[in-house]
């Protein structure tokens, strides 16, 4: 008789079936989740790791006249209520954390646990974002908007000076308000982008953003966020999931789960993104130390925009290989240098930072100061 053929076996790596070329291997189980319910009872699992670390605060941002677009005789300051978390002692310096265009506050989870035992660290969503009010204006979203909004926080907890953490666009807002007040911002943690992005990169972004999605199964929703970000970096689906469920939330009007932004907010970025993001002028007058951090397979941050930066700003320089525009910085070996860094205990200018060991490994153990030095030993 005829042998049948040998299976291979389930863990043998030579066997897997999926293997895309978009997305880096993701470390810890795969879940397969066919209802809302089992969508719920995961996520619930997931974001319960940082029950009682924080607590939920909102401020109302007034927004002025002069970042006002509508007609003139309309124009009077109107408030938005802005939510923002707040991590750790407030007696620490402060560290606050701004993410891109579509992020939210919770986003910053895992960077924030990570970094409360030294820093008061205060993560906000963007008006028109997460659990923070909608603008009355579509054009009444903008960079000058964002920056004023950061402007408005750092005075409603006490002024500055403090740092700041800026994702994509909350790094440019950063710049922004770095440049025109720097006693405000004494360091800058820029996170995949400096002050310029290429017009055909933001058109590419805008268009995927600014639509109304409705999710009316988990699949969708993950397979849709999986690929919107395919440049996050190696993250688990523990990482998916914080950042999906607090991107989204239930709507029963629709039918599925929604995204948590007004899509106006989104819109406005498209119309802006018709050009390229240009900010040297104002990168040239901020003096404050700044941690750049690489996405190496990022198409936001150009070689030839860092070795420009290099030469206008007390500048250190962290890559993050296979990752693109922006990491999630849950990665607990970057964590751990953004850390490092804010203490003033990094000597060297430039470093690559290897990928530490899945959170969802049992121990949950943060990761040695020897470990994390091997890991990022080879400099790019």
């Known amino acids: 008789m005829a042998r049948r053929p040998v299976r291979a076996a389930r863990n043998d790596p030579r066997a897997r079936r999926h293997d895309p070329d978009w997305e880096p291997p993701i470390p810890g189980k795969r879940r397969i989740l066919r209802t809302w319910d089992e969508y719920m009872e995961m996520a619930k699992r997931v974001i319960e790791r940082f029950d009682h670390q924080f607590d939920l605060q909102h401020f109302d941002y007034m927004h002025p006249v002069r970042l006002q677009k509508g007609p003139e005789r309309y124009r009077k300051p109107y408030p938005v209520k802005v939510a923002y978390t707040e991590w750790g002692d407030r007696a620490h310096p402060t560290i606050i954390c701004v993410g891109g265009v579509a992020n939210t506050a919770m986003r910053f989870n895992y960077l924030a646990a990570d970094l409360e035992s030294h820093f008061h660290v205060v993560c906000m969503d963007w008006v028109g974002r997460g659990r923070s009010g909608w603008m009355a204006d579509e054009r009444d979203y903008s960079l000058g908007t964002y920056s004023e909004q950061l402007r408005q926080l750092i005075d409603h907890i006490g002024g500055g000076p403090v740092t700041v953490l800026g994702s994509s666009m909350g790094g440019s807002a950063a710049i922004e308000l770095a440049a025109h007040r720097p006693r405000m911002i004494d360091r800058l943690v820029l996170n995949d982008i400096g002050p310029f992005i290429p017009v055909e990169r933001r058109r590419r972004r805008a268009d995927t953003l600014a639509r109304h999605y409705v ?131 990094v000597e060297m200018r430039e470093w690559s930072v290897l990928h530490a060991p899945s959170r969802d490994d049992a121990t949950g153990a943060k990761p040695a100061a020897a470990r994390a030095r091997a890991s990022s030993a080879q400099t790019a």
């Open 215 to 345: 999710f009316r199964e988990p699949s969708d929703l993950l397979r849709r966020i999986g690929a919107s970000q395919k440049n996050d970096g190696p993250v688990s689906d523990d990482i998916r999931f914080n950042v999906t469920f607090h991107q989204t939330k239930w709507s029963d009007e629709e039918g599925g789960r929604v995204y948590r932004h007004d899509v106006r907010a989104l819109q406005a970025f498209r119309t802006d993104a018709q050009h390229s993001l240009d900010q040297w002028s104002l990168w040239t007058r901020i003096k404050c130390p700044v941690l750049l951090i690489h996405g190496m397979l990022s198409d936001a941050l150009l070689p030839d925009t860092i070795e420009r930066m290099r030469a206008t700003a007390n500048l250190w320089l962290m890559h993050v290989p296979d990752t693109g525009h922006t990491p999630v910085l849950s990665d607990r070996n970057q964590n751990w240098y953004i850390h490092e860094w804010l203490m003033d205990r």
